[in-house]
Nanobody, 112 residues
Framework: QLQASGGGLAQAGESLTLSCTVS????????MNWYHQAPGKQRDLVASISSDGRENYADSVKGRFAISRSDAKKTVYLQMNSLNATDTGVYYCHLRWYRDYWGRGTLVTVSS
């Protein structure tokens, strides 16, 4: 089970941090992902972190967002800085281990 939290309302230029806690003792072995689904749009991958800490970002968030993980807390984070209106939407954490696992999603609304 993936439990995401930390969404909310932010002004343009502000920051938010999302968290996703995974109920599994195998968390340290998982590559973890954050997806963003803007209203009326498809779900897009925005950030990934491998089990050994390698990070990847979509061009749209590179330099503004940072993904990190705590294996001790079984949690992956998404630090979102310099938010803008296009960052509005639902953010989902995801992992693939033989199949896809999705969190319920947390809503981020950025007002300009």
């Amino acid at each position: 089970q993936l439990q995401a939290s930390g969404g909310g309302l932010a002004q343009a230029g502000e920051s938010l941090t999302l968290s996703c806690t995974v109920s599994s003792n195998m968390f340290s072995r998982y590559n973890m992902n954050w997806y963003h689904q803007a209203p009326g749009k498809q779900r897009d991958l925005v950030a990934s972190i491998s089990s050994d800490g390698r990070e990847n970002y979509a061009d749209s968030v590179k330099g503004r967002f940072a993904i990190s993980r705590s294996d001790a807390k079984k949690t992956v984070y998404l630090q979102m800085n310099s938010l803008n209106a296009t960052d509005t939407g639902v953010y989902y954490c995801h992992l693939r281990w033989y199949r896809d696992y999705w969190g319920r999603g947390t809503l981020v609304t950025v007002s300009s």
